[in-house]
């Protein structure tokens, strides 16, 4: 089995077989062919014995937030394989490549969105729950009211304001993706509200943004649902805004459907007649790898002139990332020192993202804590966590 990276003419037979995966259509071979050579995503491939192209993976990359500060992320994708080469290790063999590469080349920490979550498990990736979903009726907001003016996007108009908005809210959540504006228009703004359904809409106090809100219509008997895709806020004004102009959409929509970061619980602060009004469902569909285990130790945050030591097992993919490590502040050295703390790389990753606190992980059979408990439950704490952007 060959695994490498593909060229700007293998891109669309990868696409090809992402679209036996993931059954999707393709509607115009020729026009898909051309985008495909434009692709700058990093591809990998592999080929059994006779060239034939059996499996392929992307890995994106991008900066996201860790602890305040921005970090080299990649995000994998389109991993898919051929039915009749499944079973093959394909996948496994291109993951051995992929892995050690990446951390060549600076990542920190590499995302996913699971099919599956003990399938990724064996590449070293571990859930985080990073969001919690809502669905209840406009009424239930009926005692917020927001009095500054709503601003409608539409296209050409500039994205700025959006864009500096989300980014100041999104720093102070681990594992958000650092934007631009191409980031925001493209993935986020683009398309015609009267054709798409697709409305942007951006919130201001006394003329300073203070939130803004991207949803989509999405139309349903008896009433339409207004979908939450996007939302970033300035506080508690932000989120007063944002509970009150949702609040004056009773006549249009039947149902909100409403995202919050892991860490805010609606149910915590909402002014409503009563609660049960509202439902509840967690978002696990994100996982996260470490890639760069010293870096990590080095980054996360700890409290001052603290100093632990760690061991982390179990990565075949980068044998780096396996030993024993003493930190004391933004040092992290190897030592031969017997370990406070012994995880997998799996519950590391899960750990130094802040996806679980440490009180939560010794539940699991790959986390024993020997020492130093006071100080390692001070550092591996819960963190506020958001994923909004896709890939």
Sequence with gaps: ???????????FEADLISCIAFHMRMENPEKAR???????????????????????ILNYRFNTWLDGQPVVSGGIGGVSTLPEYRNSGAIREIFRKLIPEARRNGEIISTLY????????????????????YEFAPAVLKEYRFGGTAELWKPGDPVSEYTALYNRFARDFNLAMRRDDEMMLEGHLKGE???????????????????????????????????VEDLAWDGRAGMN?????????TADYGTVRLFLPACLELF????????????????????????????????????????FIIRVEGDEFIADNNGTWEVCGKEAVRTD????????????????????SLSEAVYRPDVTVADNRDILERIFVRKPVLVEDHF
Excluded at 1 to 11: G, P, W
Excluded at 197 to 216: Q, S, T
């Design 268 to 307: 915590s602060f909402i002014r409503c007649p009563q609660s049960y009004d509202i439902s509840q469902t967690v978002g696990h569909g994100y996982m996260i790898r470490a890639v760069n285990v010293q870096r990590l130790l080095e980054i996360i945050r700890k409290p001052d002139r603290c100093s």
């Design 337 to 356: 020192k017997a370990p406070d703390l012994t995880v997998s790389v799996q519950a590391f990753g899960q750990l130094a993202a802040g996806c679980a």
């Design 241 to 249: 805004a944002l509970l009150g102009f949702l609040a004056r959409f």
């Design 114 to 133: 699971p099919f599956n979550h003990a399938f990724y498990r064996k590449f070293g990736y571990e859930t985080a729950c990073w969001r919690n979903d």
């Design 193 to 227: 509200y009267y054709r798409d359904r697709k409305f942007g809409y951006l919130l201001r106090e006394n003329g300073i943004p203070v939130a803004y809100l991207i949803f989509k219509d999405i139309r349903h008997d008896p009433m339409a649902i207004l979908s």
């Design 34 to 56: 051309e985008e495909s050579e434009k692709l700058k995503t990093e591809d990998w491939g592999a080929f059994d014995e006779r060239g034939k192209l059996m499996a392929r």
């Design 1 to 11: 089995m060959e695994v490498r990276k593909l060229t700007e003419k293998e891109h």
